[in-house]
Structures are given as structure tokens and as C-alpha cells.
């Protein structure tokens, strides 16, 4: 009932207003007309009849305008005879087609500029339309991910007390079973929260909790995690220091919950990409303003189609890898990274294999030492 009413007014609002143009265009028409025919032949006010013309072509449409440009150019030609009979001078006529071709003109393009702004309207509304879904499909993204995580706790947490034997005895053969399981279910919660701080950076911001790290101790960390991946792809993985041959600090300041997952991302990418029995290996470097980080790996690198793409969501590539991950670990490392205010990059190695880089600003932070 509602909708039916909301319909009636519509329409009798649209009713209101072509019968307001209708009367509009009338008063212009009588207006140009009494200053045409009070006035010498050799006076043209038929230019005046644009005004008729582009009303029309706003409120009425098309087909309003091809008869409002026909009377506006009948009038205009009309007047070389009425209300005067004299003899009609060749500048005269001159003048009058010249307003004929103008009024031509000003319908024409009247028409054209109306649709092309329907189109535009069009274009605009489904714009509208998609962005609003694509709102929707990412609230239910990121409600659904942050739903998943809880139950996913639980299913790893109970795990656990079965691998530890709170339930049962359990054999080799079961422990083995269970430490798939439970690595199969971190995987998955990481993917769980990889798509919840996807969508949360996307809408609020990346939020860091800034302090001096060291670069170095991260990537030891992120390494120590990714061993057991690492020895089931049969992936060594190896740190170098760069021109030096100890261990050194590269300071930084940053977050070093969120630099840990840009090493692990990275690791993981360079794990996936290599072949088995493939080396991975993480160069850190230190320049006078920068500390650089290279993870290299020996797969079948970068193709010129994949180098746009890299670091946009949901980008897995086309090359051969040994697991497909979910195409937002580059995405979220390029966030994290853009927000210490680096930069980071990918480009192929001179031999095989491919190259991930970024680099921070140095941070010249001096750890206490006591005495």
C-alpha cells in the first residue's frame, strides 16, 4: 500500500513538473514571439528561441525537443513574410538561416548532452550499487573471519591436550596424525586472521605500537617458526648477514608483532615458490638511512604478467607452486610495510628464482649496557 502511494506521488510530482516546463517554455515562446513580429524583419530574435529548445531538452525529452526546435524554426522563418510583405533583402535571409542552423544546433546538442547525461546517471548508480555490495560482502568477510576464529582456538587447544595425554595414552603414530592436524588448524587460523586485519587496516588504519627493533632478532624469530613448514617441503633456510660475516643489529623503530608477520609472509611466500630440496635464503643489510632485507628463493620467478599484480589482495599468481596460498600475505605485507614508512619491492634474480625486498628507516638506537 505504502509502495503504491510513494508511486502516485511520483508520479504526480513528474506531472507537476513537465506541466511547470510545459507552462514555462509557452511564456518564452510568447515572449520571443512579440518581439519578433513588433519588431523590422531585419531584427533577429529568433536566437532567443534557444531557450525553449534547452528547457525542453531537460524536463520534456526527446521527443518535446525535436517539436520545440521545429516551431522555433517555422517561427523564425515565418517571420520574413508576417507581420511585413516589403521586398525581403539577401542579408536578411542570410541572417534568418543562420538563426535556423543555430536552433538546429542547440536542439541537436541538447539532445545528445541529455543522454549522455542518462548515461553518466546510469553509470553512476551502478557504481552506487556495487560499491554498496561490495561493502556488504566485506562486512560478512570480516565478520564471518572474526566469528572463525573462536572455534578454531578450541579445536587447536583440544588437540593439544590429546597430543600431551590429558585424555589418553597416545602413540608415535597418533602424535604424528595429531601434529598434522593441529598444523593444518594453525594454518588456517593464521588465514582466519590475515583476512580480519586485511579488513581491519582496510576500514580503520594500520595501528602500530612503535618501539627500537631489531630486524635481526625478528627474522631469527619468523625463521624459528617456519622450520617445521620448511622441513616437510624439504626448504633450507638460511640468514646472511650481507659483506658481514657475524651477526650484527639492524634497528628499527616499528612494531615487532607486525614486522614478524611481514618475515613470515615472506618466508612462507619463498617456501611455497621453491622447489624441494630449494634453498631460501634472507640477506639483511644496512645502509646509512636504511636497513634492507632481500628473501631470495630458487623457483621458477617473476613473469612480466604477475609483476602489476604481486601485492594486490586476492593475487596468487599463475606460476607452479607447491601450495596455493590465499593471496593476501603480500597484500598485508605491503601494508605494513607502507605504514613504517618504507618501501617494498619484487623483481627476478640474475640466476633463478626470485627476489622480495623492503627496507625502513634506520632507527640509530643504542641497547643499555651495564657495566
Known sequence: MLLKLFKRQ?????????????????????LVLVLEFATPVDYVFGYLYTGPILLATSRLGRTATFYTTLIAVALTILNLWIPDKEAIEPSTIASRLIAVIALTVTGILGDRNRVYEQAIAQQQAKLQAQEQLTNVREDFAATLT??????????????????????DAVTSTQHKVLATIVRSHQTTLQLVETLVDVYRNDTEG??????????????????????DLASSRQIHINLNYGDSNFRRALWVKGDALQ???????????????????????????????????????????????????????????????????????LYLTRQIITAHGGTIWAENRSSHGALFGFRLPAYPFQPFLSI
Open 10 to 30: 511520483n508520479t504526480s510530482s513528474t506531472r507537476s513538473s513537465r506541466m511547470k516546463a510545459l507552462w514555462a517554455i509557452t511564456s518564452l515562446y510568447v
Open 259 to 329: 614486522l614478524q608477520r611481514v618475515f613470515v609472509n615472506l618466508l612462507t611466500n619463498g617456501i611455497n615458490h621453491s622447489l624441494r630440496g630449494g634453498r631460501v635464503e634472507v640477506v639483511l643489510a644496512s645502509q646509512s638511512d636504511y636497513q634492507i632485507v632481500k628473501v631470495l628463493d630458487n623457483g621458477p620467478g617473476i613473469t612480466d604478467a604477475e609483476q602489476p599484480h604481486l601485492f594486490k589482495r586476492f593475487y596468487q599468481g599463475d606460476s607452479d607452486r607447491q601450495a596455493k596460498g590465499s593471496g593476501l600475505g
Open 146 to 167: 572474526h566469528d572463525l576464529k573462536t572455534p578454531l582456538l578450541g579445536a587447536i587447544e583440544t588437540l593439544k591436550a590429546f597430543q600431551q595425554g590429558k585424555f
Open 206 to 227: 594500520l595501528k602500530l605500537h612503535l618501539a627500537p627493533v631489531d630486524l635481526v632478532a625478528v627474522a631469527e624469530e619468523a625463521i624459528t617458526t617456519l622450520i
